[in-house]
């Protein structure tokens, strides 16, 4: 069963997307995804 890593918005925090971890990564995942709050593209960052 594979692990999953929950994305917050940076701009409002809130928690609204979780991706599969990846094997052997070691830096914190950051990707732009759409924020239903913010109703806007926005960074996301991996919490932890």
């Not at 830096?27 to 932890?48: A, D, G, I, P, Y």
């Amino acid at each position: 069963m594979a692990k999953k890593i929950v994305l917050c918005c940076e701009k409002c925090s809130s928690r609204n997307y979780s991706v599969p971890e990846r094997v052997g990564s070691t830096e914190r995942l950051e990707l732009k995804k759409f924020c239903s709050h913010c109703n806007e593209h926005t960074v996301h960052k991996q919490t932890r």
